[in-house]
């Protein structure tokens, strides 16, 4: 475990904040549609059912909001904590439910990032097959969800201070 934690954190310190696919080698179009299949996967996870992680529960019967990350991102990009933080404190402030989603064999490394950054939103467990393809963008996701819990729409971007400019 250790030397997977250490191996994680030599791979972020080599890559920066933008794991996985060079943007440059994949064009916009191809990366939008990814990025709106993987919405769309969550959502449809979500509505089937949901397990909780990190010892959290929700206070709500469905989000508003989900930011799905996994350990990669959470080890390689310095904003991450700083995000999610944000996020937490803008959902407290409108009254509004947000969850991070977790591939199930990222949950103990995320679950600790979590805690070591203090950042208090419910975890939930995402299948890995809902995120987007790491060929394709390794971008972090913002998804917006209507009352039903569909997809009311998904942005993505590579830096946390990025996507928090789409985050309402």
Not at 15 to 20: A, F, I, N
Not at 79 to 98: D, N, P
Not at 132 to 157: K, Q
Request: proline share 6%; charged share 25%.
């Amino acid at each position: 475990m250790i030397a997977r934690k250490a191996h994680l954190l030599l791979c972020a310190a080599l890559v920066g904040c933008r794991p996985g696919a060079d943007r440059t080698q994949v064009d916009d179009l191809s990366r939008r549609a990814e990025v709106n299949r993987a919405g769309e996967r969550i959502a449809t996870h979500l509505r089937s059912g949901r397990a909780f992680a990190c010892g959290t529960r929700s206070p709500g019967d469905s989000p508003d909001a989900v930011f799905p990350v996994t350990a990669g991102q959470c080890l390689s990009c310095l904003e991450v904590g700083g995000m999610l933080r944000q996020v937490a404190r803008q959902a407290r402030k409108a009254h509004s439910t947000t969850w991070v989603g977790v591939p199930p064999g990222d949950t103990a490394e995320v679950c600790s990032f979590l805690k070591r950054e203090k950042v208090a939103l419910p975890v939930v467990l995402l299948p890995s097959r809902a995120y987007p393809d790491p060929e394709i963008t390794s971008d972090l996701l913002y998804l917006r969800l209507d009352s039903a819990g569909a997809l009311a729409g998904v942005e993505a971007a590579h830096s946390g201070t990025e996507l928090l400019k789409h985050v309402r």
